[in-house]
């Protein structure tokens, strides 16, 4: 079996192709450098003469401040792009997998947003992922899976936990959001269910995060308690902080459709950053 993995060299393609090498299976993979996806004539020489069994399609704009002075530039990537690729997928007739967030919701309440609830973004990154979903809905109505995913962080490149880190070497008192709550997400649990998920044929929409909630001040707290650093977390609101893109104060998502459809759920997101902060210690020893 062939399977096509765009956005390898970002934190969870990267750790999809290596899901894919452990399990014995051909992963084709790509990114900017090898592949535009804006580019729909070069998607589908690529795609159609590498000719993979399913495609899992990791490839984005991910820097949401920057989305909101560029949006049409994020739109190319995460709308256009994901369309060129599902446009391929429908010609080869092959299944799709496609990776959307939790920023397609609009951040109210307390409820677990639930797969089929109604998707209102706040903000351009949000509206550009969901975009996206369209896209592979209309190309690929019958062999896709959309998967929301959250707060993701893993040992290939920029993340939550390693810039909480790094500010650690200099700073005794960081000032962290308090009102947003949702899932930590590890990239290699995600890797593992994605590609469960691939070898089979119950498509669908999925939310997939770590269990349990938290908001970011309390995984930085987590994050600087289980690596032994002294550093004073003080809680701050998503106003007092004043990012670029408004953020959905409720990212909670609701992911027991993944362990009703047959699928192995994620671990805690406590277990999660253990084995990540060791992952780190191990790299960074050699």
Known sequence: MKIFVTGIRGQLGHDIMLELEKRGIEGIGTDIQELDITDEAAVDRYVTEAAPDAMIHCAAWTAVDAAEEREEDCRRVNALGTENIAKVCAKLGIPMMYFSTDYVFNGKGERPWEPEDEAEPLGAYGRTKYEGEQAVRKYVPDKHFILRIQWVYGINGKNFVKTMLRLSEDHKELRVVDDQIGSPTYTPD???????????????????????????????????????????????????????????????????????????????????????????SEASEG
């Open 190 to 280: 995600i890797a593992r269910l994605a590609v469960d998920m691939i070898l089979t044929d119950r498509y669908g929409t999925y939310h997939v995060a770590n269990k349990g909630y938290c908001s970011w001040y309390d995984f930085a707290v987590d994050i600087f308690r289980l690596s032994g650093k002294d550093v004073k977390v003080i809680p701050v609101s998503s106003e007092e902080y004043g990012a670029k893109a408004v953020r959905p104060n409720n990212s909670r998502m609701d992911t027991s459709k993944v362990e009703k459809n047959g699928f192995e759920g994620l671990p805690g997101w406590e277990d999660a950053l253990k084995r990540f902060l060791k992952e780190l």
